[in-house]
Every structure is written in C-alpha cells, then in structure tokens.
C-alpha cells in the first residue's frame, strides 16, 4: 500500500504570495490532518479534514485555509505569505474521523521557504 | 488545550547502552500516547503507541510506560544502535479527537 505522498517537496515563494500545498493520503484513509513543523515552535496542528469538511482546527491565523476532495486528497492553502510561514508541512491520513486505533501516518512534507 | 512538554531536548549515549525519554501531559482526557522517530530531511514515522488503558508496552528493544495518574509517559530504548540516532516526539491526543499535541523533540544521538 502506498503511503502519504504530499507535492511539491519543495517550495520557494515570497512574502506577500500566495501557496497551495498538496496531499494524497493513504488508499481507503479518510482524515487528513496538516502540521506546520519549525525549529522554534515544533509540531503544530493546523485543521483536519474528513469527508471533505473541516473538523477540527488549530490556532493559527486566516491565512492558512484547506479543503478536501471526495477521494480525500487535500490541499492547503496560505495566502499573503510571511517571513514566518517559512516551515516543513506535513500532512498525517487515518482511516477515520477518531477512536482509539486510529494511527496517524506522516507524508514527506513539503518544505516551504518565504523571501 | 492540551500542553506536552518532553525532556531531555539532547540525550547522548554509548551505542548498547539504554535512552530514557520523558513526557508529561496536562490533560486528563487524553487517551493516546504515541511517539514518532524523525530522522533527518524525513518523516516522522510511528514507532510505537500506547493507549490509556494500559500501562507498558514492549516492541522488542522499544518500550513505552504510561502513568495515568502522574500524567507522565516515557520512551525506553535499550541496546542502542548507531542507526537510532534521530528526533524522537512524543504526543498526546484527546478522547474523541484525532489532532496530535507534540512534545518538543529529543535529539538522540548513538555513539557508536
């Protein structure tokens, strides 16, 4: 079974555009969650998607937005990009929404730079 | 929310001898305790997970204990090897939800 795929891997954009970043998960996984990871702040949770809506969402600003499809691929987006937003983004798929065996799987990431 | 907080950040030993990673957690409705091993330029990958109604859990030279009542879980690597050298997370998450709270990280370094 293939695992998370997420593109690009890499991305170099500067402040004040805009970004969409890209994840499949896992064959039959539903949940979709991203995480910003940065040296300073670690692993932050960001919004998790489930049959295409949004469940549950971290405290991060606005800008950062998502969306999912009805073969659960999701994409998020960042608008108006700042110095900061420069991060590793990781996407996690599992088979559902919660419960008790409901492991988490990481993708690559992709790994954004702001200018 | 619920807060992690993980220790050491950095933790060196001599390859064959045991790492100890601690963490603790502040809510009590969290039900799964999950740690990740990040090696560079990777993913975090699941190395082993233990939920509330249990104590210990063994995967061979990985083991991982939970303390409900002190909310404090930890990581034990015993016979360490070279290749263990990673970012080691811990995590927490709530009953009911699906999103991870992270621990900082512990930077293990194996000397062989």
């Known amino acids: 079974k293939a695992g998370v795929t997420q593109t690009p891997r890499y991305l170099i954009k500067t402040r004040g555009q805009q970004v969409t970043l890209s994840c499949s998960p896992i064959s039959g996984h539903r949940s979709v969650s991203w995480y910003q990871q940065t040296p300073g702040q670690g692993l932050q949770f960001l919004f998790e998607y489930f049959s295409e809506t949004q469940r549950n969402k971290g405290n991060f600003p606005g800008r950062f937005s998502g969306r999912q499809f009805s073969n659960s691929r999701s994409e998020m987006n960042v608008s108006t990009l700042e110095l900061g937003d420069s991060a590793l983004y990781l996407c996690?798929?599992?088979?559902?929404?919660?419960?008790?065996?409901?492991?988490?799987?990481f993708g690559p990431g992709t790994r954004l730079t702001v200018l | 929310g619920e807060n992690v907080e993980q220790h050491p950040s950095t933790l060196s030993v001599q390859e064959g001898d045991s790492a100890v990673i601690k963490c603790t957690y502040s809510?009590?409705?969290?039900?799964?305790f999950p740690w990740y091993k990040q090696e560079l330029g990777k993913r975090p990958q699941l190395i082993i997970d233990i939920r509330s109604n249990v104590g210990e859990k063994k995967d061979q030279r990985i083991a991982v204990t939970l303390n409900k009542t002190a909310k404090h879980f930890s990581l034990h690597i015993t016979e360490t090897q070279p290749e263990d050298s990673a970012v080691y997370f811990c995590a927490a998450r709530e009953t009911g939800a699906n999103n991870l709270f992270f621990g900082t990280g512990t930077r293990l370094t194996v000397i062989p």
């Open positions: 996690a798929s599992s088979f559902k929404l919660a419960g008790a065996y409901n492991e988490q799987f």
């Open positions: 809510d009590s409705a969290s039900n799964y």
